[in-house]
């Protein structure tokens, strides 16, 4: 029992992080506050839906379009929308102030546009709800999907970002953009693909959290914020913490379920996430910030 | 500031008042509403209630308008978005009234919202016909607000018909003695879950699992297993649409087949047959659909042309129901008087699609079934027990792949 | 005290007067639009009161406004009306004295993120408060208090904020708090007790939104804690003060205004695409009002000079 418990936590936990890396990219990196995050999410959710039921066609080639389109169009998003505010602004807490405004306004004009398509009915579909037999224990093949493409999304991104010289471009604007700027590295195209990339990690998981849960065009928020939640609590812009901290979560999560009382199960999320902070500042694997 | 503010509305305020004023007498019937077109409330407003609001205009125009007196009047539709927040739902209701002057109101969704708003549809003689709101404190409200109506019943009301049929069951012995529930976090499913405690251990059943979960939560897989493991047979979860979902599918995945499987609110939604197939045979929930009934299947097909999916077989027969006491209310007052649309509405006997509906302290008495099932693709009423009424199937028929 | 502060306090005390005449002059609606407006003015200069100097952006406006909210639903029909305002005082210091103390080491984004997780956390506990010890989810509030009197105390309560929001910019704890603002380290080292500053700020800021929340509960029958705790007021109170400008005690109420009336607008204009034109409306602000309407009004008044 406990070994099931533990592997439904980890599968929730592998979806909550899989759900926050975009936003960890898009923060950490970009340093852009993204309020319109979790539409992006149910966006892709749609996008599936429409694939399976509308044009029959197999959600997991969803996971294969999807993704490239939501990248193009925070590209753009990065370029229209937020680098004037980067030029304009003086401090970063202004950058700070103006994107909240900014993608805050962003988030109600796609959610507007999602509630003129679909209206705000509940929509889900069944696909790959079939059980899978781990060591005795039972998890759904759809969520476990979420959780392996978590892991390898975390490590392929890790490693992408370790090894390679655009990764370490990258790295360098996340630490420091002024000294990136120093040792010429264009910080703008580098915040841009960092930007997109967030989007395309949230339209990914988007297709895949739309496999097993029932959304509407009006659920976006709650992502939005679960993300924050584990970005701020592995580390900004540090995917394995982002990982840690969804994997925690969701393990916490599911054992409180279980062996304290299911009502509590949110609560507790929120006093582990809170207790993290005041014994690390800066997140799990975060840097001090001064 | 403030000043200016005032000023600039006060100046669409009057604007308003002179697009919207009839020029003449009554040449038309201005209707209003504020609904959730966004926010937590939008996902059951637009499956239950706002689809009911619109085909029942389109309905009442196609005749020619609104019967008031000799003369069918047009219907003028004004529509807000209440947010899902009880301030906004009430300064909505107010404006609607003060500054639109609307002839009528439709309610809004939920209990909450009907709550927050009942104080204004009393001070201002509106007939409320709630159909979307389920409170045990329905008896108490109807005395305080005259004017509003508690279509959708009380708690106890459909926990008495669940444990009758539960009863039943035990005592032909196809069901065990222990039953195990689970909850959300709202008032919707606290309040149920409280009377459910009561009547199932009143009746002699014990709770081998009774928990709650919050609003949110995207895995209930642990709660399944709890229940699984707590052996008994029951099953029953007083649960929203996205977690309807989520335990369907789950305990599809867990092998978790219970002889009895209640769920909450969804399992009536056209969406749940279309995503679980077959898999729907069996499961139980609140509301349910009559077989030989031809005017709600007219309505349910009508609805699927209209919006290209079918009504929630549970609150939305009992929603396009309510609007047509409205209608015949007003057609016999003879005009938009309240006051006496309210005691035609009170006293008079109407003929909608549930058949014909009488209230009796302005709530239904056994006009629609309390308790359905899914039986060979469709959503039968078995319970209360009136005509036409189903013999549930026990046990559950084991989940297919 | 110079002259032109004389006659502001002399304009400011017309203005009361007049706005305390709102309920006789408007019809049901025009006083609940006020109510409104008044409400989000005292929530919005409260929390730029601490929000202002600080920089500390918060999320947890309703977490303290739930708390007010339910102390009146708890208390409202056994206890006399001051006696429930004043617990949700109380309560209110107590949480926001744990809070203070143990969170304003926090900075920028960690604290913002923080502060929304401690509204849930609290929602979440009287959500299984309420589940598991009343065993009722969702308190009726009947009390005969008119919209009127709300409004008045709601009027009274932004009088209040304005005046001690006044008062400590004169003071050396608005001083104290400037320097913590611009440099942290700085003030410490020049014998600020920074913490003390902040938390009794943060403490002065919150009983203002606990109080709010009491007064506007019975207006609604019914609270729940998703309608005590509905996180949408914290961002509206957030994106108010921040299109107003928290620099200026005066800031908040020029983005309350607008934003409360534009609101209101487009949701009767646009039912359907509320969403849409709201979040248009909010980029265009953003681009055309860069430090905000109080940055925008010193501006033209600077110009001309």
């Known amino acids: 029992m406990l070994f099931e418990v533990t592997l439904s936590g980890v599968t929730l936990g592998g979806m909550y992080a899989l759900v926050a890396m975009g936003l960890t990219l898009q923060y950490g990196v970009a340093r852009i506050m993204n309020l319109s995050y979790g539409e992006l999410l149910i966006a892709a959710a749609f996008a599936a839906l429409w694939f399976y039921s509308g044009l029959a066609i197999n959600p997991l080639i969803g996971l294969v379009v999807v993704p490239p389109i939501a990248f193009a169009l925070s590209y753009a998003i990065y370029r229209i929308l937020v680098q004037p505010l980067v030029s304009r602004a003086k401090t970063r807490d202004a950058l700070e102030v103006d994107s909240i405004l900014a993608t805050f306004g962003l988030l109600f004009v796609i959610q507007g546009v999602m509630l003129a398509l679909f209206g705000g009915a509940y929509f889900s579909y069944s696909f790959l709800a079939v059980p899978l037999k781990i060591a005795g224990a039972t998890v759904a093949a759809n969520r476990l999907l979420a959780l392996l493409l978590a892991v390898a999304i975390g490590l392929g991104l890790y490693l992408g970002l370790t090894r390679t010289r655009i990764g370490t471009a990258v790295r360098a604007v996340a630490v420091d953009p002024v000294a990136a700027q120093l040792v010429a590295i264009d910080v703008r195209t580098a915040s841009a693909l960092a930007f997109a990339l967030g989007g395309a990690l949230v339209a990914a998981a988007g297709v895949l959290v739309s496999m097993f849960l029932t959304f509407n065009a009006n659920l976006g928020v709650v992502f939005t914020l679960k993300a924050l939640v584990v970005v701020i609590m592995g580390g900004v812009g540090n995917l394995l913490g982002a990982l840690i901290a969804g994997l925690i979560l969701g393990l916490v999560e599911n054992y409180v379920a279980v062996f304290v009382d299911p009502g509590l199960t949110l609560a507790a999320t929120y006093a582990i996430f809170l207790l993290v902070l005041l014994v690390r500042p800066q997140g799990i694997l975060g840097r001090s910030s001064r | ?401 | 005290m110079s002259g032109r502060e004389m006659l502001g306090i002399a304009l400011a005390a017309v203005a009361v007067a007049v706005l305390a005449c709102v309920p006789l002059m408007l019809g049901d609606y025009g006083l609940s639009l006020a109510i409104n407006i008044v409400s989000y003015t005292v929530l919005a200069t409260a929390w730029s009161l601490f929000s202002g100097p600080t920089r500390y952006v918060s999320l947890a406006t309703v977490a303290f406004f739930g708390i007010g909210a339910y102390t009146t639903a708890v208390f409202v029909e056994s206890l006399a009306w001051p006696l429930v305002l004043l617990i949700a005082t109380a309560v209110s210091i107590v949480v926001a004295a744990i809070v203070g103390l143990s969170t304003l080491r926090l900075s920028g984004v960690y604290f913002v993120i923080f502060s929304f997780g401690l509204a849930e956390l609290v929602r979440q506990l009287v959500t299984w408060f309420e589940v598991n010890k009343t065993r009722t989810l969702g308190r009726y509030v009947f009390a005969d208090i008119t919209a009127a009197q709300i409004y008045w105390q709601l009027l009274a309560l932004a009088v209040l904020v304005f005046a001690i929001g006044f008062w400590i910019g004169r003071s050396r704890l608005g001083l104290a708090l400037r320097a913590i603002g611009d440099d942290e380290t700085v003030a410490r080292h020049s014998g600020i007790d920074a913490t003390r500053a902040k938390v009794a700020l943060f403490v002065l800021s919150t009983v203002f939104m606990t109080l709010t929340g009491a007064i506007m509960a019975p207006r609604w029958t019914y609270i729940d804690p998703a309608i005590a705790f509905n996180p949408v007021i914290s961002f509206t109170v957030l994106i108010m003060a921040l299109l107003g400008g928290v620099h200026r005690l005066y800031g908040p109420v020029l983005g309350v205004v607008p934003l409360a009336l534009l609101f209101e607008y487009l949701l009767a204009r646009f039912p359907n695409h509320f969403s849409i034109m709201v979040g248009l409306v909010f980029i265009v602000i953003v681009y055309l009002i860069p430090r905000g309407i109080a940055g925008l009004v010193e501006g033209a008044v600077r110009k001309p000079a």
């Open chain 2, 1 to 401: 500031m403030i000043g200016l503010g005032l000023r600039l509305l006060t100046a669409t305020a009057v604007a308003a008042l002179a697009f919207a004023l009839p020029a003449s007498a009554q040449d038309k019937v201005k209707i209003g509403y504020a609904i959730s077109k966004t926010g937590p409330n939008a996902g059951g407003a637009s499956i239950t209630q706002i689809p009911n609001y619109e085909m029942w205009v389109k309905d009442v125009m196609a005749k020619g308008g609104l019967k008031v007196g000799d003369k069918r009047l047009p219907i003028e539709v004004i529509e807000y978005d209440d947010r899902s927040n009880s301030e906004e739902a009430l300064r909505a209701v107010e404006r609607l009234v003060t500054e639109d002057k609307v002839d009528l109101l439709f309610p809004p969704w939920g209990t909450g919202l009907n709550l927050a708003v009942g104080p204004a549809f009393n001070k201002y003689g509106y007939p409320q016909l709630a159909f979307s709101a389920v409170t045990d404190r329905a008896p108490d409200l109807a005395k305080r607000w005259p004017n509003s109506f508690w279509l959708l019943g009380t708690s106890k009301q459909y926990v008495d018909a669940l444990t009758g049929l539960l009863k039943k069951m035990r005592d032909e012995g196809k069901i065990g003695p222990n039953i195990a529930m689970i909850s959300i976090s709202d008032g919707f499913g606290i309040d149920l879950s409280q009377a459910a405690r009561k009547g199932f251990t009143d009746a002699g059943f014990k709770l081998a699992y009774d928990k709650s979960y919050p609003i949110g939560t995207q895995d209930l897989s642990p709660l399944i297993g709890e229940a699984q493991r707590s052996g008994a047979d029951t099953f029953v979860a007083f649960s929203y649409p996205p977690d309807t979902m989520a335990l369907t599918e789950q305990s599809k995945v867990a092998s978790y087949a219970p002889k009895v499987m209640f769920l909450g609110v969804g399992v009536g939604f056209p969406m749940y047959a279309q995503r679980f197939g077959a898999n729907v045979e069996g499961i139980m929930s609140l509301g349910g659909w009559s077989k030989d009934n031809a005017n709600t299947a007219a309505y349910a097909k009508k609805h699927e042309e209209m919006f290209k999916r079918g009504p929630d077989r549970w609150g939305s027969q009992i929603g396009y129901a309510s609007l047509q006491m409205l209608e015949q209310a007003i057609e016999r007052v003879g005009k938009i008087d309240r006051a006496a649309i309210i005691k035609e509405l009170q006293t008079g006997t109407f003929d909608t699609v549930l058949g014909k509906v009488k209230l009796v302290d302005n709530m239904m008495q056994d006009n629609f079934w309390l308790i359905g099932q899914w039986q060979d693709g469709f959503f039968a009423g078995v319970a209360p027990q009136r005509a036409g009424v189903g013999t549930p199937v026990v046990p559950k028929p084991a989940w297919k792949n």
